[in-house]
């Protein structure tokens, strides 16, 4: 039997990448050891492989001994998704789930009472994030009409390299060429960082590329047939998105709690400024930043489709801003049947850039006061967020484990968490068949 030692360098910012750098190399005084067995397998107290998939044994800290069945019927294994619909459970896939039990066990949070919530998460991120198979559903671990061996047909093949381009990605990766071109991948791997790994978070995402993929074709067809208009969005729309979601991800991610943090942001916000000074012809801050207000409150408020006036398909060279801008919301008419989370996602975001942007060339702030007045812009955008209706069908324990997750990833300001909490008592309170509110205490999330 020989033994063979695991490196890992990370490449990529996504779920799995991030995933696997902590458990190779951020677990120095840990060792973990797999097993590959045959079906054949038992364990110590005698129960066969074939009936648990794999088996993280954390018995023995610091080692942790995983079990996997390496046999062909790995392939056939299956677990339950939403409506006790199977699901495929690869090897890959099974891996992820033992190997989530192990990080948990190494860093003290796993749940020992109930541990296959924790897994089934990280499972499902990674199934998020290799597109080709159905999220399972914590629910309903363990129940036999749709778990066991044998029940499912082998997984769909996995997409070849490089994956098409996702749908959430279409005016990025024109603006920038491709999606495989850098900035297009920091989107997604923002976005994978965040709302992608709950089942909240991909139900807001359901509900954004609803709306969003009405009226991006639109844009990127006009933009292929323009490298004028490509180049407007990427410096008016798409690059500004970026900056803001990049200063979003400092501030939740403990920006919050340095003093230093203004420091950081001005130093990215001030070379944008001399980016767009330099590049974006007709460029005038204020008139900018009011089109941007106008837009977004028109948007908000389904009262722009008679305000804002038609534009042609195609803008010409000299072509400012402001068309710019109005010809994204011209677009945003004909495509979108409504403007939710398109709103909250894409143009209150862009309300905040440019007047973050307003305020530091108006030098009526100091660099305190303009930290305090970004944040104040940021929570407040953060406690609006669209909480989508799936909500009330999750189970009282999904909502626990998937409220905790975003705890840790997104909501990771008390205070945001408590305003989020009060919306949540407000709109599902009367909606759900547990007592929310003692939930909501329990992650974290106020609710008094």
């Given at each position: 039997?020989?033994?063979?030692?695991?490196?890992?360098e990370?490449?990529?910012?996504g779920f799995a990448?991030?995933?696997?750098?902590?458990?190779?190399?951020?677990?120095?005084d840990?060792?973990?050891?797999?097993?590959?067995?045959?079906?054949?397998f038992h364990l110590d107290?005698?129960?066969?492989?074939?009936?648990?998939f794999?088996?993280?044994?954390?018995?023995?800290?610091?080692e942790?001994?995983i079990f996997l069945?390496?046999s062909g019927?790995g392939m056939r294994?299956?677990?339950?998704?939403?409506g006790k619909?199977?699901?495929s459970?690869?090897p890959?896939?099974?891996?992820?789930?033992?190997?989530?039990h192990a990080l948990h066990?190494?860093n003290?949070?796993?749940?020992?009472?109930?541990?296959?919530?924790q897994?089934?998460?990280d499972?499902?991120?990674i199934?998020?994030q290799?597109?080709v198979?159905?999220?399972r559903?914590?629910?309903?671990?363990g129940?036999?009409?749709?778990?066991g061996?044998?029940?499912?047909t082998?997984?769909?093949?996995t997409?070849?390299?490089?994956p098409p381009?996702p749908?959430?990605c279409?005016?990025?990766?024109?603006?920038y060429?491709?999606?495989?071109?850098i900035k297009?991948?920091m989107?997604?791997?923002l976005r994978d960082a965040?709302?992608?790994?709950?089942i909240?978070g991909?139900?807001?995402?359901?509900?954004f590329?609803?709306?969003?993929n009405?009226?991006?074709?639109?844009?990127?067809a006009?933009?292929r047939?323009?490298?004028e208009?490509?180049i407007?969005?990427?410096?008016?729309?798409?690059?500004?998105?970026?900056?803001f979601?990049?200063?979003?991800?400092l501030?939740?991610?403990g920006?919050?709690k340095r003093i230093d943090?203004?420091?950081?942001v001005e130093?990215l916000?001030?070379?944008d400024l001399?980016?767009?000074e330099?590049?974006?012809i007709?460029?005038?801050l204020?008139?900018?930043?009011?089109?941007v207000?106008?837009?977004?409150?028109h948007?908000?408020?389904r009262?722009y489709?008679?305000?804002l006036p038609?534009?042609?398909?195609?803008?010409?060279?000299?072509?400012?801003?402001?068309?710019?801008?109005?010809?994204?919301a011209?677009k945003?008419?004909?495509?979108?049947?409504s403007?939710?989370?398109?709103?909250?996602a894409?143009?209150r975001?862009?309300t905040?850039y440019?007047?973050i942007?307003?305020?530091?060339?108006?030098?009526?702030m100091?660099?305190?006061?303009?930290?305090r007045?970004?944040?104040?812009?940021?929570?407040d955008?953060?406690a609006?967020f669209p909480?989508?209706?799936?909500?009330?069908g999750?189970?009282?324990e999904t909502?626990h484990?998937d409220?905790a997750m975003l705890?840790?990833?997104?909501f990771?300001?008390?205070?945001?968490?408590?305003r989020v909490?009060?919306?949540?008592?407000?709109?599902f309170m009367t909606?759900v068949?547990?007592d929310?509110r003692?939930?909501?205490?329990?992650v974290g999330?106020?609710?008094?």
């Amino acid at each position: 039997m020989g033994t063979n030692y695991i490196t890992y360098e990370t490449r990529g910012g996504g779920f799995a990448q991030n995933f696997l750098d902590k458990i190779v190399n951020h677990t120095p005084d840990n060792e973990i050891v797999l097993w590959g067995v045959d079906s054949t397998f038992h364990l110590d107290d005698g129960t066969p492989i074939t009936s648990v998939f794999g088996w993280t044994d954390w018995r023995r800290l610091p080692e942790i001994h995983i079990f996997l069945d390496v046999s062909g019927s790995g392939m056939r294994y299956c677990a339950c998704a939403a409506g006790k619909n199977p699901t495929s459970m690869p090897p890959f896939v099974m891996l992820a789930h033992e190997l989530s039990h192990a990080l948990h066990a190494i860093n003290g949070t796993l749940n020992l009472s109930n541990p296959e919530p924790q897994a089934i998460a990280d499972e499902n991120a990674i199934r998020t994030q290799r597109g080709v198979l159905p999220l399972r559903d914590p629910t309903l671990y363990g129940n036999p009409t749709c778990e066991g061996l044998g029940t499912c047909t082998p997984p769909p093949p996995t997409p070849p390299a490089p994956p098409p381009p996702p749908p959430d990605c279409f005016v990025a990766s024109a603006a920038y060429g491709s999606p495989l071109a850098i900035k297009v991948q920091m989107f997604r791997r923002l976005r994978d960082a965040f709302l992608r790994r709950s089942i909240i978070g991909n139900a807001f995402f359901a509900n954004f590329y609803a709306e969003y993929n009405g009226f991006s074709r639109l844009v990127v067809a006009d933009m292929r047939a323009s490298q004028e208009l490509k180049i407007n969005v990427s410096k008016v729309v798409v690059d500004p998105l970026l900056s803001f979601f990049t200063i979003f991800h400092l501030y939740v991610r403990g920006g919050w709690k340095r003093i230093d943090f203004w420091i950081e942001v001005e130093s990215l916000l001030r070379n944008d400024l001399g980016e767009l000074e330099r590049s974006v012809i007709g460029f005038e801050l204020n008139r900018v930043h009011s089109a941007v207000v106008q837009i977004c409150e028109h948007l908000s408020h389904r009262a722009y489709a008679t305000s804002l006036p038609r534009l042609p398909a195609v803008l010409r060279a000299d072509s400012d801003p402001i068309s710019v801008l109005t010809y994204l919301a011209d677009k945003v008419v004909v495509g979108a049947a409504s403007t939710e989370y398109l709103t909250w996602a894409v143009f209150r975001p862009l309300t905040m850039y440019w007047s973050i942007l307003v305020e530091i060339t108006a030098d009526r702030m100091s660099g305190k006061e303009l930290g305090r007045y970004l944040g104040t812009l940021l929570e407040d955008w953060l406690a609006a967020f669209p909480i989508p209706s799936e909500f009330r069908g999750l189970s009282e324990e999904t909502a626990h484990v998937d409220l905790a997750m975003l705890a840790e990833t997104v909501f990771t300001i008390p205070a945001v968490r408590q305003r989020v909490g009060e919306r949540l008592l407000n709109a599902f309170m009367t909606k759900v068949p547990y007592d929310l509110r003692s939930l909501l205490r329990s992650v974290g999330y106020g609710g008094s």
